[in-house]
């Protein structure tokens, strides 16, 4: 073979490695961001169960405080607010009434 000729195929053998090279490149970066994906899908879902028995957690709070209130919190009445004796949340809320 010439050499000239073997030059050309030297060529093109070393373009195919380089598309051969992007290709797994490529490849590499795609399974790298779905990698990535999943690990902030588990990190979501993490926070989210976490979130979720925090919630659990508060809604048997009240349910309990609830239950020791009695059936009825609401028929203990209400007690007008006056200067000097209302919480922080009811003056800042302006609510005029709070229960007590």
Known sequence: MELSALLVQSQKQNEEKEKIMKTLQDTVEILEAGRLEKEHEVLWSKSAKEENLSLQKLIKDITEVRAELGPHPCKRGFRVLEEGN?????TEIH???YLW
């Open 86 to 90: 209302s919480p922080a949340w009811a």
């Open 95 to 97: 609510v005029g009434y």
